[in-house]
Each structure stands twice: as structure tokens, then as C-alpha cells.
């Protein structure tokens, strides 16, 4: 697949030289969905969370939905896997056994970003319980600020101007949303029950680290690895169960004991965790048809999304300062996304689309920038 066009699912500059203008006007099309489908995952995780973690009555175990989230995933994988396969069984296992097992120092590698991106998903359940959902999905996209800083620090990446100037911008607009919600936090204290801004504070700026982190760690692994983007995913997943388990243990084991794993279930709240577990791997599909504006205009648009669902849903009040500090972020995240001035040469193309795609993909979903050059490994399968 040529990222450099990201209009088809060519691999291949001559293959979308050829293509007919019908088929250009469908790919058209997919892209413009893509960017629905984008936009509608990245808003609706955060206020689907934001609105069951409020609710009167019994309140799920926030770390049973984590590892339930993990369990999907791996299922989700492994059936691709096995699709993929044609559904030939013994090949399958043979393929678990070898990728799992006979390279288990391979797989012992997915420990790290696995234990990361365990803690970054309880926090953001924290986060989201703490913080308006516009708030939290404007502080989150600090993330792109940790993943270009990891990204410079460990792969040795370079940034346009541009870049960082977005990135400075960023920094400034997450800046004057806080002190803006800080004038509020007393009133936020007398009218939001048991919330806790400080700590909601905390939870979003470590996960946006840990998110940073893992994402430039699974990426540095990827590179260096004939593994799909599927089964490094069931990997990923496998640990991420058991340290969820642990967690799970450690923090409401008693809980649990009593009341059972699935205590507070509610539609709502599964709707939450297929949207938590499915929501990267779809980000992952739909973005072969997307590039890398489209991608930052979608996860720009889903802030504006928020902040107006917000609205009207948990009466969130959008003052000048608020709009000020989200206008920045909006524009930095836009400006990011930006290819740079110099264009790479073709066979590099992949490369700088990735280090763009990891850095503003959304929801958590930092496979966005693998996807390519996972789907060609698969090829050879």
C-alpha cells in the first residue's frame, strides 16, 4: 500500500496511476467515511465513558472493563488470524505456537508497552471520571507532545518547523484550558459530587506519558519484526489480560469477590468496552483509506464534537478562554498532520507517515501507523 497517495489499498505507486475514475471516486468516498467513522469513535469513547461513569446507582469496576476490553481484542485478532488463514485450523495453531511460544523472547518484548498500556487505560477511566469530557479530550491530546519528544529521544526522528511550532501551540492551548478550569474547580467541587479535578489532572497527563512512551516502544519493536500487526496485538493482549487481572486483584479483588466481575453491567457500559476494544482495530482498518490531514482534521473536529455534546448533555459551560485554549489545540493538531515541506523520496514515504500517524492517532490507537507496513508482511503469508 502507497501511504504517500493513502487513497486505495494499491501496493503500489503504478497501481493507483491505473486506477479508473470510478474507482478513484469510491476511494473518495471511503475516505470521507473513514473521516466519519474517525471522528464519531473518538467522541463517543470519551463521552460514552464520561456519561456511565456519572450515572446514578451501582457503578461497574472500572479495571473488570479493562481487562474485558483485552479479552475482546484478543478474540477480535485472532480471528482475523485465522480468516486470514482461510480458516485452515492446524495452521492457525501451528503459526500461535511458533509466534507465542518458540519465540517467547520475542513475545516477552510486549511486556513493557503491555504493562503501559494497562495503566493508561484504568487511567483514563480515572481521568474521564474526574475531568469534563471536553476538558480530557483537550488535555489528551498532549499525547502528541510525548509521543514527537519519545519519538526525537529514541528513534532519533526529526520534526519540521512546523511541527514544532504545532507542538508549542499545543502546549500553550492545553495551558489555557487548565487555567481556565481552574478558576472552576471550586464550583466544579461543590456540584460534581465525588469528583476530584487534581486527580483527574494527574491520571490525563500520565496517560498521555505512558501513551507517548509505549507508542514509540511498540513502534521501535515493530520495525525490527516480521510479525503482523494482528499478532502483535494477541500478544500485546495476552499480557495485557493478565496485568489487568492482577490490577483487577489488587484494587477491587474483595470487591469483585462479593459482587461478581460483571457487577453495574448495563447495555451502556458494554457499548463502552466494544467501543474501547474495537474502537483502535477499526481506526486501524478505515485508516487505509485516510491520510494523515483527514486524520488530524477528524480528531480536531471530535473536540469540537465534545465540547458541544458536553454541552448539552453534562451542562459543561464554554467561556472565551476555553474556546481560546481549544482553537489552539484544534489548529496544532491540524498543523501537525501537515506534511512536510520537503517531500521524502518514494520508498521513504511509509516511514514519515508513521511517525505522523502514531503521533495523532486517536482513542489510543497507535497501530494506525503500522497498518501499512503490517498488511505488506502479510502478504507473504
Known amino acids: 500500500m502507497a501511504v504517500g497517495n493513502n487513497n486505495g489499498q494499491g501496493t503500489g505507486v503504478g497501481e493507483q496511476k491505473t486506477a479508473s475514475p470510478r474507482q478513484s471516486e469510491v476511494n473518495r468516498k471511503l475516505k470521507y467515511i473513514s473521516l466519519a467513522i474517525l471522528v464519531v469513535q473518538n467522541a463517543s469513547l470519551i463521552l460514552s465513558i464520561r456519561y456511565v461513569r456519572t450515572l446514578p446507582g451501582d457503578r461497574f469496576f472500572t479495571t473488570s472493563a479493562v481487562v474485558m476490553a483485552e479479552v475482546l481484542k484478543v478474540l477480535t485478532c485472532l480471528f ?47 481521568a474521564i471520571s474526574n475531568l469534563p469530557a471536553a476538558t480530557f479530550q483537550v488535555t489528551y491530546q498532549l499525547k502528541i507532545l510525548t509521543t514527537a519528544l519519545f519519538s526525537v529521544l529514541m528513534l532519533r526522528k526529526s520534526l519540521s518547523r512546523i511541527q514544532w511550532l504545532s ?10 484550558v487548565q487555567l481556565e478550569q481552574e478558576g472552576k474547580q471550586k464550583e466544579t467541587t ?13 491520571a490525563v497527563i500520565v496517560s498521555c506519558l505512558s501513551s507517548g512512551f509505549a507508542g ?31 490490577g483487577m486483584w489488587w484494587n477491587d479483588g474483595l470487591a469483585i ?28 482498518v478505515v485508516v487505509k483509506y485516510a491520510d494523515n490531514i483527514l486524520k488530524g482534521f477528524a ?54 507517515s508513521s511517525s505522523h500517524s502514531l503521533a495523532d492517532g486517536a482513542g489510543d490507537s497507535e497501530m494506525d501507523a503500522f497498518l501499512p507496513k503490517a498488511s505488506e508482511k502479510e502478504k507473504g503469508c
Open 167 to 176: 507542538l508549542l501551540l499545543l502546549f500553550a492551548g492545553v495551558a489555557i
Open 80 to 126: 482475523i488470524i485465522l480468516v486470514q488463514r482461510k480458516g485452515n485450523l492446524k495452521e492457525f495453531i501451528v503459526l500461535q505456537y511458533d509466534s507465542i511460544v518458540i519465540q517467547y523472547k520475542d513475545t516477552l518484548k510486549l511486556a513493557v508497552p503491555a504493562l503501559i498500556y494497562t495503566l493508561q487505560n484504568n487511567l483514563q477511566y480515572v
Open 216 to 246: 514509540v516502544y511498540f513502534e521501535k519493536i515493530l520495525k525490527g519484526s516480521s510479525a503482523s500487526v494482528w499478532m502483535r496485538n494477541i500478544q500485546l493482549g495476552i499480557f495485557g489480560t493478565v496485568l489487568g487481572l492482577l
Open 257 to 284: 469477590a462479593e459482587k461478581g466481575f460483571l457487577f453495574g453491567y448495563t447495555p451502556m457500559v458494554w457499548g463502552v468496552i466494544f467501543n474501547q476494544a474495537f474502537g483502535g482495530l477499526l481506526v486501524a
Open 299 to 352: 480528531t480536531s473536529f471530535s473536540i469540537i464534537v465534545s465540547t458541544v455534546v458536553s454541552v448539552y448533555l453534562f451542562g459543561f459551560h464554554v467561556d472565551l478562554l476555553f474556546t481560546l485554549g481549544a482553537g489552539l489545540v484544534i489548529g496544532a493538531v491540524y498543523m501537525y498532520s501537515l506534511p512536510k515541506a520537503a517531500a521524502p523520496p518514494p520508498s521513504t514515504v511509509t516511514l514519515s
Open 190 to 202: 461543590v456540584t460534581g459530587q465525588s469528583q476530584n479535578y487534581a486527580k483527574g489532572l494527574v
